[in-house]
């Protein structure tokens, strides 16, 4: 059974950091792309970064670029979302996925095979 568990969610203040983790019992875990989505309170979940197989190439929103880093470690089955100066809008559940896409449409929920469950992010100002 495939399952992805994010940690690290919390409260932070605006401006400061959290590092979330998430770690998926994939068999291949390097043959595929990994995503982390939000949903803010009363939205529609939204793409955040997505990281390759090789973690060579990411990919990010425009509203986290130059403050969330995505990372990876095939090694250990985990996918790392650094997210740096935070803001009050950033405040959402926060999900890892795996996708077995290469390319193409990754930055759609609907791409994505595996989902967590999970992480609150809470950013007070």
């Known amino acids: 059974q495939v399952r992805l568990v994010e940690s690290g969610g919390g409260l932070v203040q605006a401006g400061g950091s959290l590092r979330l983790s998430c770690v998926a019992s994939l068999r291949t875990f390097s043959g595929y792309t990994l995503g982390w989505f939000r949903q803010p309170p009363g939205k529609e979940r939204e793409f955040v970064a997505a990281?390759?197989?090789?973690?060579?190439?990411?990919y990010n929103a425009d509203s986290v670029k130059g403050r969330f880093t995505i990372s990876r470690d095939n090694a250990k089955n985990m996918v790392y979302l650094q997210m740096n100066n935070l803001k009050p809008e950033d405040a959402a559940v926060y999900y890892c996925a795996a996708s077995r896409l290469i390319s193409g449409d990754i930055d759609y929920a609907q791409s994505y095979d595996y989902w967590g469950q999970g992480t609150q992010v809470t950013v007070s100002s």
């Open positions: 990281i390759s197989w090789s973690g060579g190439t990411t």
